[in-house]
């Protein structure tokens, strides 16, 4: 996902009209799909709502008993809200997602979709988990 997205995109005269009014758009859109029409995308390519995404580093991590890395070189991680709208921008949206992505500093990445729902109760879970850590060490 680019973080770099446009704050009023340009759209020419064969950008749908939903696309150039916005009116397809839920509000936390961050619109980069109409500039992605029109540099030569096709509707389908660049339909995906996209948000403004969250993201950070993670810090390099040591394991306490023998001190060895077990994260080299940290990693990344990033939040964005996605939506695949319906074809001809009319219809009712399809559901919306949190798409979480995490580097490891290394090649690999891991990629996953939750819907609003599964965001929160993944968010509690990753909270009581860490709580269950710090409160029995």
């Known amino acids: 996902m680019s973080t770099r997205l446009p704050e009023q995109p340009d759209a020419d005269d064969t950008t749908p009209p939903w696309f150039r009014d916005g009116s397809a758009c839920p509000p936390w859109c961050a619109r980069g799909h109409v500039r992605a029409l029109t540099e030569g995308a096709s509707l389908d390519a660049a339909s995906q709502h996209v948000g403004r995404p ?7 991590i040591r394991n306490a008993a023998d ?3 077990t994260r080299p070189g940290g990693g990344g991680w990033e939040l964005v809200t996605v939506q695949e709208p ?11 997602a949190v798409e ?9 990445e891991a990629r996953a979709r939750f ?18 850590l710090d409160l029995d060490g």
């Open 86 to 96: 319906m074809p001809n921008g009319l219809d009712s949206l399809m559901e919306a």
């Open 100 to 108: 979480f992505e995490l580097r490891d500093g290394e090649l690999r």
């Open 54 to 60: 969250i993201g950070g580093r993670l810090p390099e």
């Open 115 to 132: 819907t609003s729902g599964e965001a929160r109760t993944l968010s509690a879970q990753l909270g009581y988990a860490a709580d269950l």
């Open 67 to 69: 001190g060895r890395l």
